[in-house]
């Protein structure tokens, strides 16, 4: 079975810090694009920053978070982390990882293909 569990959410004041993991298994993970986003209640889903496959090697970020999101994988344990720095409150929303079968950053990020996503976890930056 595929799984993708997001974790490392909490509440952060505003200018901290949270490290969020995402582990995954049951796909090649080297040939997949996997990437964050955020949906905060009543808006649409973003994609927040994501990582091309190993041959790809690139990564997006969108305007909101960058210079402040550090997206990272690490192939040996199967896991994609998010670095937040500079947290503000309008980064408050629930955060889940998800995965594309084309290997491709932009398009993961942009909405234009999604083969796998998991559960959420949820930030908080309170102001």
């Known amino acids: 079975d595929v799984q993708l569990q997001a974790s490392g959410g909490g509440l952060v004041q505003a200018g901290g810090s949270l490290r969020l993991s995402c582990a995954t298994s049951?796909?090649?993970?080297?040939?997949?694009?996997i990437g964050w986003f955020r949906q905060a209640p009543g808006k649409e889903p973003e994609g927040v920053a994501c990582i091309g496959s190993s041959d790809e090697g690139t990564t997006y970020y969108a305007d909101p978070v960058k210079g402040r999101f550090t997206i990272s994988s690490d192939k040996d344990k199967n896991t994609v982390y998010l670095q937040m720095n500079s947290l503000k409150p309008e980064d408050t929303a629930n955060y889940y990882c998800a995965a594309e079968s084309l290997g491709n950053d932009a398009i993961l990020c942009l909405g234009y293909g999604m083969d796998y996503r998991g559960k959420g976890t949820q930030v908080t930056v309170s102001s």
């Open positions: 049951g796909f090649t993970f080297d040939s997949y694009a």
